[in-house]
């Protein structure tokens, strides 16, 4: 029993925690900060003031998490984030294909619980920062109401991931909330903020459920009673639900800080108003039998306060692809920005703008340009308000809050300030450590001097030379262009043999495209043209096209629209082989063609993307010269997803009865980490929530391997692997001048490739 006589004042109970970087917020840009980091080997205390992990992507909000892949509706092939982000997306893949939210949260609780080097604080308010100078923050104060806790958070590094930035805004590091005028930044795509407005708003999604029989629904008082009458509601499909309901928007003519409480309630007027609509307005008699199943408590928010960095991101660095010495992340979600009226506006949702491809995010949007040892992750990140509108996106974010993460070990173990990062050789370290990782960083390729493979000579059973797939899959109409991507060498003439059939004598267009920068895919360059006269039936066509490619890269055989033609497919996939088509995707802003008004500064270009699996079939061709674009050395290439080119070993599966990919050195080695670079398929999206999808492994991933050392020892193996990423640690060091490395094939019909190998001695630096 406690009795405790009357005390004119008490305080609750405080602990303080020590740690070398204190991460505020626990969304998806805190949680793969936090993951980067621990993982790295710093203490990290991860504080996040809602009961699950994930933000917008958990169950309370149950937005899906997208990023450069853009819903595989733009023109960035193989543009799924690597690193922490591509391990919780894969996973969650795995474990939880249909996509439950509740299933995606016990993942991430599940991530950071497991990490020894993670404090985790739940339902904890920071609310209060203490500083050692004008400049320098010394720690932070948080509350937890369930356990009536006040932590006091102390670290020499802190980095707000908190969505509205309440530790850069105490600390008094200098910020930007609204969209800036045109002439600041020559930004044509600036909104003219009178008519549109300045600021996203925020969105409430709700799912509903068919019981089979009839549910009376009386709406509460506080219902919008003229729901039905507003633009955007009039035509309300019963098909959509939780996240697809992004268009249920408001707030952004208020203070999206400060007003969201009252923002929420409008929210919840307009849902609670449509659904009354649905049941009682006798337009949807086939809701009869549906009830509301979940109603979100808190608003997905999109914008609020940026602070700024060293460098602020612009629609330029988007639009134009800029490159930057100091880049550690991309970016490739349109410019996508939102009518400031939300639900209540007569204007489309949102307006988009692609770039051709995704661009580089440099490491200096990544920290606070006032305050000296704090870094910014997330959607605050420095930005101006058009770049904002693509680099928010939770898979971009992630994947810089990650850089983060990083840039937070080096600064510990070096003794640096998140500036100083910035500067070579810093910046270097930096890139190297995170694309050992999987980052991925566009055009800075692994440069790692404490590989051993580097020194080694890599060679195998067999390496696949692509002299064509074989015509055994169905015939796909030509009611769109299509295309088949291939990966062709410079100054090299090709001639191709394809399978088509017309219903009567047509004629039919093929074109020779690629693209205007070598690492794209977008084929807006027409390179030669041919225009073939059909006989009606089945028949081949032979293709010799005279010129060439002026450098290695995607090479796209593009056959024109043409209703009375099909081309022939195939059963077979292969590692860094696609079809592509020119058609169109209404929910990321594709209508086949992106055709922006004069003078805002957008290229005009067209899209071409894949169909989703089970569909998405390669055409099936011949080819001479065969393709040589899959050998063994490219394991250590630098690269660990396709670019201008495949970047994989694949062997020949057919011919080959255990493919080995071997590693020799002149002598005896001491290895004590091996990492394995794997394609699940970066070209799926892998949306996190609501959209299902049919695999729970992707079929380019190569499931079973065993690893031998010299005297063929079996060193490691596994049975079921689905992930991208496999770190192999051994207790003891082993020494050896010789690994093996046995590859099973998961699919007869996928040639599935190994995309890099890492090998590493006790002494390498920040580990893998």
């Known amino acids: ?417 998140p500036r100083q990062i910035a500067d070579s050789p810093h910046i270097n370290l930096l890139q190297k450590e995170l694309n050992k990782r999987g980052q991925s960083i566009p055009l800075v390729s692994l440069e790692d001097e404490d590989n051993l493979v580097n020194g080694a000579a890599v060679t195998a059973t067999s390496e696949f030379e692509l002299s064509g797939l074989p015509p055994d899959g169905s015939w796909k109409e030509l009611a769109h262009s299509a295309a088949q991507m291939l990966p062709l060498s410079s100054n090299k003439t090709y001639r191709l043999k394809f399978w088509v059939k017309a219903a009567r004598p047509a004629t039919l267009e093929i074109q020779l495209r690629t693209s205007s920068k070598q690492h794209n895919h977008t084929p807006d360059v027409t390179i030669d043209t041919r225009k073939i006269q059909l006989e009606q039936g089945e028949q081949e066509v032979k293709l010799d096209f005279s010129d060439t490619l002026d450098r290695d890269q995607y090479g796209f055989i593009c056959f024109l629209e043409n209703e009375d033609v099909s081309v022939k497919t195939t059963t077979k996939r292969v590692s860094g082989l696609l079809s592509v088509f020119r058609k169109v995707n209404k929910a990321v802003s594709n209508y086949g063609r992106q055709d922006p008004p004069d003078g805002i500064g957008i290229e005009s270009f067209e899209f071409w993307t894949p169909e989703r699996r089970p569909k998405g079939q390669n055409f099936a061709f011949e080819i001479e010269p065969a393709i040589q674009a899959f050998k063994a050395g490219n394991v250590n290439n630098g690269f660990s997803r396709p670019t201008n080119k495949p970047n994989g070993w694949i062997p020949n599966w057919y011919g080959d009865d255990q493919p080995t990919l071997t590693i020799n050195w002149d002598n005896e080695k001491t290895i004590k980490k091996l990492v394995l670079m794997f394609d699940t398929d970066f070209d799926h999206p892998m949306e996190s929530t609501l959209r299902g999808h049919p695999e729970r492994v992707m079929p380019f991933c190569i499931g079973q391997y065993k690893i031998f050392d010299a005297d063929d020892n079996l060193l490691c193996e596994r049975e079921n692997n689905h992930q991208t990423s496999n770190r192999i640690e051994f207790e003891q060091p082993v020494k050896t001048a010789k690994i093996a490395i046995k590859i099973k094939q998961r699919d007869p019909d996928v040639y599935a490739a190994l995309f890099q190998v890492l090998c590493y001695n006790e002494g390498a630096e920040l580990g893998t």
């Open 1 to 417: 029993m406690i009795k405790k006589d009357f005390e004119e004042k008490r305080s609750v109970h405080t602990e303080t925690i020590e740690s070398d970087l204190v991460v505020v917020g626990g969304g998806m840009s805190g949680v793969c900060c936090a993951l980067t980091a621990a993982r790295a080997g710093i203490t990290v205390t991860l504080v996040q003031d809602r009961p699950v992990l994930g933000g917008n992507a958990s169950s309370e909000v149950r937005l899906w998490i997208l990023g450069a892949t853009s819903h595989m509706g733009n023109n960035n092939r193989w543009a799924r984030e690597g690193g922490v982000i591509d391990e919780i997306l894969v996973e969650n893949t795995y474990r939880n294909p249909e996509g439950n939210p509740l299933i995606f949260d016990t993942i991430l609780l599940e991530k950071v619980a497991e990490e020894e080097n993670i404090r985790l604080l739940l339902n904890t308010t920071v609310y209060e920062i203490e500083k050692n100078d004008k400049t320098t923050i010394s720690g932070v104060t948080g509350f937890c109401s369930q356990n009536s806790t006040k932590y006091q958070l102390r670290a020499p590094l802190f980095c707000d991931a908190s969505g509205d930035g309440i530790v850069a805004f105490q600390a008094g590091a200098a910020f930007r909330m609204g969209a800036e005028d045109p002439e600041e930044f020559g930004e044509g795509f600036a909104p003219d903020v009178e008519d549109y407005g300045e600021l996203l708003g925020h969105s409430l999604y709700f799912y509903t459920k068919d019981v089979g029989e009839p549910v009376k629904y009386v709406p509460p008082g506080f219902a919008n009673k003229e729901a039905g009458k507003l633009p955007k509601v009039r035509n309300f499909d019963l098909q959509e639900h939780g996240c697809q309901l992004w268009w249920v928007e408001y707030g952004g003519r208020l203070d999206t800080i400060h007003q969201s409480e009252q923002i929420k309630w409008e929210l919840w007027k307009v849902v609670y108003g449509i659904w009354d609509y649905v049941k009682n307005s006798g337009e949807y008699p086939e809701a009869e039998t549906m009830t509301l199943e979940w109603v979100g408590t808190i608003p997905g928010k999109r914008e609020s306060r940026r602070f700024e960095g060293d460098y602020m991101l612009t629609q330029q660095d988007i639009v134009e692809q800029r490159e930057h010495d100091d880049a550690v992340a991309f970016g490739g979600w349109a410019m996508d920005l939102h009518p400031a009226d939300g639900v209540y506006s007569e204007e489309s949702s949102c307006t988009q703008w692609h770039s051709k491809g995704f661009y580089q995010i440099p490491y200096r949007c990544y920290y606070s340009k006032n305050i000296n040892n704090l870094f910014l992750a997330g959607r605050i990140i420095s930005a101006s308000h058009v770049a904002f509108g693509s680099s928010r996106v939770m898979a971009t974010c992630s994947h810089g809050a990650q850089a983060v993460g990083m840039a937070a070990v080096i600064a510990t173990k070096k003794g640096l300030t």
